[in-house]
């Protein structure tokens, strides 16, 4: 039975404020850290913050309070493991009025599965994946920044690169690396020493490049450099709520205003031009239908992060319209580990992949990795360098190695991601 459940304001990779929440039961105990996105999507969960002089209001010692005044006297007693009630439990507790905050929800809830793990003694992949978990993921790289996560001018937040051709998570970091370092070399020559700067997950910033076709150009540069050529495919998130415009119905981009349909047609059009085979929120987070057109008009994956908020009612709309072929999966988004799983059964069900991601704030906590293979989702994208982001890799790298010939890697219908 849980016999404490305790929260405390730590600091994430921004220096800013998010909660650590500890449960402990006479068998083990599980710790987790919350994740804080930037680019946020409208539908989000309440990320909960005190709004006082504190870290100008970032403080999270109210949603901390409501984990230990609120939420663990309701759990105290309770079995560890029964995951699915301690989440209805929470989810019941949360009032309107007073919200708990998603941010003190996604902390107990992912704290509650850890001591689960720890209570039965299994790995926190094997806990939630059951004794066939074998899938490790293949991962997306953003080795070029633009949007919400760094200076520049790029509009499209993620230029990532896919090592489709590995066959491990070893082999898909290691042949990733070189490509990067070789980027590196190939940004500086041309765009200076300052493009070397990082964004918030870790990739390059070219100073003065504002179009995603030249970020996709410098990286397939460096993948032929590196001699991948049919080794890496091409994949972006857009975040295109970032640049529409609601008044008058269009996207500022390269300049221009494009009408939805002009944004279709360039899509169209970079998606003949180049090895792309995912698309993430490419369209206003609310326009399905669009989502829809451009997933029947094109052969890539198309990803619902901001469209769907890891949320089972949106992705539900999604899957009636048939806007996008996968779901982004975030835990935060809707809350509890319960609601967020639910999501990613519904996806698996309906034909829609699963991608398992990071958030731009988050700490060295590696919850993420292990969920991913737990759920056999096949892929995850968490950023490039930075401590937060390759401590991912190097658990996926222990977990692989633990699992050893058991392992499997990518996604269950690795066809669609081929360029
Ligand atoms: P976020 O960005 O973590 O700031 O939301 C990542 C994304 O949009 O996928
Ligand atoms: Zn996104």
Not at 76 to 102: H, K, S, Y
Request: proline residues 5%.
């Amino acid at each position: 039975p849980i016999e404490s459940v305790d929260a405390r304001e730590i600091l994430d990779n921004r220096l800013e404020p998010t909660l650590r929440v500890t449960v402990e039961t006479p068998a083990g105990s599980g710790r987790a850290d919350v994740p804080c996105g930037r680019s946020r999507g409208e539908h989000e969960a309440l990320d909960l913050r005190d709004g006082d002089d504190r870290y100008r209001g970032r403080g999270v010692r109210q949603a901390a309070a409501n984990v230990t005044d609120r939420i663990a006297p309701e759990l105290v007693g309770r079995d560890v493991t029964a995951q699915r009630t301690v989440d209805a439990c929470l989810t019941d507790l949360d009032d309107a009025d007073a919200p708990l905050g998603g941010n003190a929800v996604t902390g107990v809830s992912l704290a509650v599965c850890r001591a689960g793990a720890a209570a039965t003694d299994l790995p926190l992949y094997r806990y939630v994946g059951g004794t066939d978990a074998h899938v490790l993921p293949l991962p997306f790289f953003d080795l070029i920044e633009g949007g919400e996560l760094a200076g520049g001018d790029l509009p499209f937040q993620e230029h990532q690169v896919v090592p489709v051709g590995a066959d491990s998570v070893a082999e898909a970091v290691r042949m990733t690396a070189e490509v990067y370092y070789e980027l590196g070399d190939i940004v500086r020559a041309e765009y200076g020493e300052a493009s070397l700067n990082v964004g918030a997950e870790g990739g390059y910033t070219p100073v003065g490049v504002d179009d995603p076709r030249t970020a996709f150009d410098l990286e397939l540069r460096a993948i032929e450099e590196c001699g991948y050529d049919d080794e890496f495919a091409l994949a972006a998130d857009v975040a295109a709520s970032h640049f529409y415009d609601s008044e008058t119905g269009t996207y500022a981009l390269l300049g221009e205003r494009l009408t939805r349909a002009d944004l279709l047609d360039f899509y169209e059009d970079l998606a003949a031009t180049y090895p792309l085979v995912s698309l993430e929120d490419p369209l206003d987070q609310d326009d399905f239908d669009g989502v829809a057109e451009l997933t029947d008009r094109l052969d890539v994956q198309v990803v619902g992060d901001d469209l769907f908020v890891t949320t089972p009612d949106r992705l539900r709309r999604g899957i009636d319209r048939g806007a996008a072929n996968a779901l982004l999966w975030k835990v935060n988004q809707v809350g509890t580990l319960t609601d967020a799983v639910e999501a990613a059964r519904l996806a698996t069900r309906n034909g829609y992949a699963v991608q398992v991601s990071e958030r731009s704030g988050q700490t060295p906590d590696t919850w993420l990795a292990d969920l991913a293979v737990g759920l056999d989702a096949g892929q995850i994208k968490t950023g490039v360098t930075r401590g937060e982001r390759t401590e991912q890799y190097n658990r996926l790298l222990e977990i692989e190695a633990e699992l050893g010939d058991a392992a499997t890697f990518g996604p269950p219908a690795a066809d669609a991601l081929d360029p």
